[in-house]
Every structure is written in structure tokens, then in C-alpha cells.
């Protein structure tokens, strides 16, 4: 699954939008229950109005180390780079 995440930050709270792509399948949602704290991010969104992805990450510079939980799938780790 490629992603790319589109941020705003307003205080501690986090909202903005993510575009997936998966197999040839493109989805583009809201990003809901995001939050920030010291280093840490949470939030979750909705592939292809199916699956709830919920992610926590530590943000470092330029990157974002997340866990995200797809669904009732298993755990994956990923990392996302800033896009300058």
C-alpha cells in the first residue's frame, strides 16, 4: 500500500486527508481521531470506505515511524518521509 498524507495541526489536534493506492484499488478519506502529544501521533482513517486504519507513530525530523493496525489484520510498521 502506498500512501501519502496530507496534515493540518491545530493545537494537539490533527486533521487532513490520505490518498491510498493497494492493488490497482485508490482511496482518498478524512483522517478522524488524530491527535498529538509531545512526539506521538494517533489518528485513523477508512480505505476504500472498508477497512479503518488506525495509526500511532513518533514523529522524528522528517519522518514518522508508525504501527498501524489495518482492520482486524495483523500489525504492520511503516515509516513516512516528509515531502519538501
Not at 491510498?20 to 484499488?25: D, I, L, P
Not at 485508490?26 to 486504519?53: L, P, Q, Y
Not at 488506525?54 to 514518522?64: A, M, W
Amino acid at each position: 500500500m502506498t500512501c501519502h498524507y496530507t496534515f493540518k495541526v491545530d493545537g494537539n489536534v490533527i486533521t487532513g486527508k490520505v490518498s491510498a493506492e493497494m492493488n490497482g484499488t485508490e482511496s482518498e478519506s478524512e483522517i478522524t481521531e488524530g491527535k498529538i502529544e509531545g512526539d506521538t501521533i494517533t489518528f485513523a482513517w477508512t480505505f476504500d470506505n472498508t477497512v479503518k486504519m488506525v495509526y500511532t507513530g513518533k514523529v522524528n525530523g522528517d519522518e514518522i515511524k508508525f504501527s498501524r493496525q489495518p482492520g482486524r489484520y495483523a500489525t504492520e510498521e511503516a515509516v513516512a518521509t516528509r515531502v519538501k
